[in-house]
């Protein structure tokens, strides 16, 4: 029985030998270890031995087993690293596309407030949520917008009740930062908010805005026009260049909107900035002194300046996406270009 | 507000091209959004921020001009000759509501022609928009673009007995409205009337019975001061906007009431033939006072960050018709002008300055302090929870947060209160806010696979909106969807979960919402005894072909039991020993109970236990199952000896034996 075994074994390593072709080493694999293979046949043996064989034969067969599955598999790897130039003169062709893992992607919306939130985290500003559910108060009055005003025209709003809104600007996370918390303040608040817009290409009824606010003795005009520019020039680019209009917050006092030069025409007009070299990207301004008054700050003491911008906006801009409605239809083709 | 370019020349002089004008304007906040040549003139958008009413007029605009480019406004002429009649004689009005009407001024001009206006006046109403319809209409049409202050002119015959009374309308009384529209009015509006019945709604719209027509003989010519909120509810009660209402309720200059009546009486007798009756009726509460306002150089300093001197100041006060009533060091004293109904601070002044020196004359530069901004925890989990998806092929969608009222959206995982709904929705589609985002996501689904793009893996992470006391909890949820079989999404639940640093108790638990899930697949996952969310297969319901898999967990929830801070474990030096058993059991029999058994076991050195498969097949028994693991024995301090490991394994099996009748699966 023995020396059957060690035949088996030297057949083998003469056969693995000649092999050439991986399907040759595939069916010398069947024929010593398949089912019903010549090692299989072994076993069958083992009940048909005296019983003190048994024992030793069983051993040696599941060395056999072992070690015939060993040249197998070392023959099988090394064909197959061989196999195609050697055996067909076929070329490897590394031109072939290489096999794509499946990537995901963050939504164009999260990658701008991420991006914006890095730029004023480096500016030391920490950033904080506020309800989308809100009291009127802190949507209207607490911002100077009182009752029966025509500002109100500005900031149409959905109700839920009387006196309970969807906010309609992330300025209310102002209002409830400050009333639990005493200057300095640096803070962004990104968030949702809502409107009873139509929609259509350039109008959503919820979309999302950043909104800036740092309080602090002595802050100035020329401070956040100088925020807002490192803004600017960090995420739409060293070359832009920045315009500040006045304009109207109830409140900001002084207000103004800020446009940068329009990057698709760089300038020289085109039908995305209708054809003024500009496009708006943010409205922004000193603290109204009301404001201050609602939160209890002493205005003699402190100033501080307020900035909101459209994060659908933005993204469109900077990546020249013509249609607000692509951002909410979650197409796969759409949100993996970014 | 549309400007017509030539217009504007008219009342000073200036050499600006249409396209330097808007840009003149733009840069001092009246944005101009449009220019349009017409005829042989141009056609100026300007658009007018809520605050300045004083600019609904091209005198008001043509004041902002000389502001930026310095000149002198011409206002034209209103001297004339009148009859010696005296107007008194003619009409007789009552003011009986001093509060929403403050001042009422009326005159009377006899004896006009209505016919066309002439071509030049025509040419520039046209210019803006305006249709001419006969010389008296569009003499206050072109008063009120003039000026900003809106008049309105009556048929004077056709008012009973010769008297106004400006009162509150009485319930439920009618009027038929210029456009032929009636209207029904209620107690608290402003109405004009005469001695039977209303002839005007105050300051929104004019009536028809008594409005101007071809026959027309004798003119009453209103113009008043309206309360502006008043008017304002009243337009939007009633439904409607008009030129006058527009800028009532924004406020017009009580200071112009005077300029405006006078050029229209003037321009009647001499583009409609009409003689003036002597004098004017003018009831007045008050006489205005026109504000005084201390202006701080230091504190303009400190808000715009320039060493802005006072001369500069005050001369730009100047040319905005500011008056200056005193100036010594540090302080200027400044009257404001009636017009200006938007100053009133000494902030208002800082921004007029600010407005007319230039904002891109301010240097951009900061002395603000260095601060140093630390990540809350809700930021780091939420990145780390976006970067593990994206890591694993998800795509991060956003859908919206406003929902329709169907069943499905209608779902109650996070709380048994009714969801809650928009008031004054503008679509059935978008009416209230959703308590999942589950619907959502399914949607999203059906929106990709409609576009061709098959085996979707997406996620959300937004809020849901739970009925609270006053304002509702608004929850942070963490939603999926992917196109595979439950364990898969099942396993990458797990995975984050440790991924997250959490090594909390989990409990899987039979969960139905057959709206949602598919029944008897789906489970509620409990962390901590708490729950974490709801896990199962796409209900069969939602109409695809294909099978996918949804979940939903509290974001809030996973936020607060993150743990970050790791410890280092040391790496044990002696080989685990990997032993795999499969057992039959019983159908019934879930993992979970297999797993705790051999738990329970406690043996000091079983450092895993592995599933890898479940059999039911020829060789097993009806009822019965064969569950495949694999165990993993390492100790810290040894290698293991095989006698041990051996033991362990008996062990384990003797256990699972007697508590759950299982039997070892002989291959
Ligand atoms: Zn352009």
Known sequence: MFKKTEKVKKDLQEEIRAVTTLTDAEQLKIKYLGRKGIIQDFMKLIPTLPAEQRAAFGQQINALKAEAANFIEDAIGKLSR???????????????PGKLPVT?????LTQTIDDVKEVFARLGFDVVYGPEVELEYYNFEALNIPADHPSRTDFDTFYIKND???????????????EKQKPPIRIIAPGKVYRPDTVDARHSFMFHQIEGLLVDEGVSFADLKEVLNQFIKTYFGKDVRMRFRPSFFPFTEPSAEVDISCSLCSGKGCSVCSYSGWVEILGAGMVDPHVFKAVHY???????????????RITMLKHGISDIRLFYENDIRFLSQF | MKISYNWLKEYAYFYLSPEELADKLTNAGLVVADIKPVEDDYCLEVEVTSNRPDCLGIIGITREVIA?????????????????????KFIDVTVEDPVLCPHYTARVVRHVTVRPSPEWMQKKLRCIGIRPVNNIVDITNYVMMETGQPIHAFDLDKISDQKIVVRRALDGEMIVVINGVKRALFHDMLVIADSKRPVAIAGVMGGKETEVSDSTRNILLECALFEPGHVRRTSKELGVFTDSSYRFERGTDPGGIELASKRAVKLMKELADGEIVSGVIDIKQREYEKKRIPLRIERLQKILGIEIKRDIASDILKRLQFTIVNEIDNFIDVVVPGFRGDIYREIDLIEEIARIYGYNNIPAKTSICVRGSIKSKYEAVEDCIRQFFIGLGFYEVKTFSIVDVSPLQSVKLWSEQEALDIANPLRQEE?????????????ARRYNVNHGNESIKIFEIARVYLAGNKLPHEKTCLSLLIDADFFTLKGIIESLVLYLGISLKREWIPFS????????????????DKTLGYLGEASRELGFKTSFCLSELDMDFLVEKSNFEKRYHPLSPYPPVFRDLAIIVDEEVSWTSIEKCITATHISFLKGVNFFDVYRGKQITAGKKSVAFSLCFQAEDRTLKSEEVETAEWTILDVLHTTLDAELRKL
Do not use: C
């Open chain 2, 431 to 443: 009416s209230r806010m959703r308590t999942s985002l589950l619907p959502s996501l399914i949607n």
């Open chain 1, 82 to 96: 061989e196999a195609i130039p050697k055996v067909n003169n076929e070329i490897f062709d590394i031109t072939l």
């Open chain 2, 68 to 88: 930026a480019v310095g000149g002198e406004l011409h206002i034209p002429d209103t001297d004339f000759e009148t009859l010696s009649a005296k107007v008194t």
């Open chain 1, 164 to 178: 309970i809104l969807l906010r309609s600007q992330t300025s209310t996370v102002q209002i409830r930062v400050m």
């Open chain 2, 513 to 528: 919402e057959p709206k949602l899930f598919r029944d008897e697949r789906a489970a509620k996952i409990q962390l901590d």
């Open chain 1, 104 to 108: 995901g992607k963050k939504h164009p």
């Open chain 1, 298 to 312: 002493d205005t003699e003491k402190y100033t501080g300046f307020a900035f909101g911008m459209g994060v659908e």
